[in-house]
């Protein structure tokens, strides 16, 4: 299993980049007290990680948890869209592994785009048609990471126009003083507003004073300037 591991490892190395090695820790705020300190990166830009994913995805999950275990990014990001691409062909007994397994690896699933690329396609595809406990249950962790997988999983779902979690976890976290999730929040916020702008009006006229303006900005992101002003000066 290491051995596989280590194969997949050297193919991404094979996709590297010296400009995004030097640039990605930065854009990723990896330095002493940033949300992703001590992260480190291969340089290899997304759309290589997912060839070589892609490839490997129907590896057995210890292949992937050893990736996940890897200082590396880019092996935790393989990983992570190995069972993405997995869950898409898989049939349901199949899909409550992948999820159950992403779920138990949640501590190394630890910078925002490892959770944007994988939270949706995983757990809010999953718990379609199921109980949302384990969003609120994640949203109620310690860990930033856990709160932000419950927010972004429910992309999934607000595309089926089924928004009453989303409105139920940013109710929930408004009080939440981290500035990533005030904007994996908005953005979920805003999201539904494509879809149902009505309801996102009478959450921000029943929220709006309480929204850390982060998330509210991010909420309102597609509203013509007049609203946009009116819901900013309420704030």
Same mark, same amino acid.
């Given at each position: 299993?290491?051995n596989?591991?280590?194969?997949?490892?050297?193919?991404?190395?094979?996709?590297? !980049?010296?400009?995004?090695?030097?640039?990605?820790p930065?854009?990723?705020?990896?330095?002493?007290?940033q949300?992703?300190?001590?992260?480190?990166?291969?340089?290899?830009?997304v759309? *290589?990680?997912?060839?070589?994913?892609k490839?490997?995805?129907d590896?057995?999950?210890?292949?992937?948890?050893?990736?996940?275990q890897?200082?590396?990014?880019?092996? +935790?990001?393989?990983?992570?869209?190995?069972?993405?691409e997995?869950?898409?062909?898989s049939?349901?007994?199949?899909? +409550?592994?992948?999820?159950?397994?992403?779920?138990?690896?949640?501590?190394?699933?630890? *910078?925002w !785009?490892l959770?944007?690329?994988?939270a949706?396609?995983?757990v809010?595809?999953?718990?379609?048609?199921?109980s949302?406990?384990?969003?609120?249950?994640?949203?109620?962790s310690?860990l930033?990471?856990?709160?932000?997988?419950?927010?972004?999983?429910?992309?999934?779902?607000?595309?089926k *126009?089924?928004?009453?979690?989303?409105?139920a976890?940013?109710e929930?976290?408004?009080?939440?003083?981290?500035?990533?999730?005030?904007?994996?929040?908005?953005?979920?916020?805003?999201?539904?507003?494509? +879809?149902?702008?009505?309801?996102?009006l009478?959450?921000?006229?029943?929220?709006?004073?309480?929204?850390?303006?982060?998330?509210?900005?991010?909420?309102?992101?597609?509203?013509?300037?007049?609203?946009r002003?009116?819901?900013?000066? +309420?704030?």
């Open positions: 299993m290491k596989h591991a280590i194969a997949i490892q050297r193919e991404l190395e094979s996709y590297i !980049d010296p400009v995004k090695r030097e640039y990605l930065r854009f990723f705020k990896t330095g002493k007290g949300y992703g300190e001590g992260d480190q990166f291969l340089g290899v830009i759309p *290589n990680t997912r060839i070589v994913a490839k490997h995805k590896c057995d999950f210890e292949v992937m948890k050893e990736l996940l890897s200082p590396w990014h880019e092996c +935790r990001l393989c990983a992570l869209l190995m069972l993405v997995r869950f898409k062909k049939k349901p007994d199949a899909r +409550r592994e992948i999820y159950e397994f992403y779920l138990s690896q949640t501590s190394h699933i630890n *910078n !785009d959770v944007d690329l994988s949706p396609g995983i809010g595809e999953y718990l379609k048609d199921k949302r406990d384990d969003l609120y249950r994640l949203a109620d310690s930033l990471w856990d709160q932000r997988i419950a927010v972004v999983a429910t992309f999934a779902l607000i595309k *126009n089924d928004f009453v979690d989303i409105l976890l940013s929930r976290l408004l009080p939440h003083r981290h500035d990533l999730m005030h904007k994996a929040t908005g953005w979920m916020l805003r999201e539904l507003g494509k +879809r149902d702008k009505e309801l996102l009478q959450f921000l006229d029943q929220h709006v004073t309480a929204m850390p303006r982060t998330m509210l900005r991010y909420a309102i992101e597609k509203f013509p300037e007049e609203e002003q009116y819901y900013l000066k +309420r704030k």
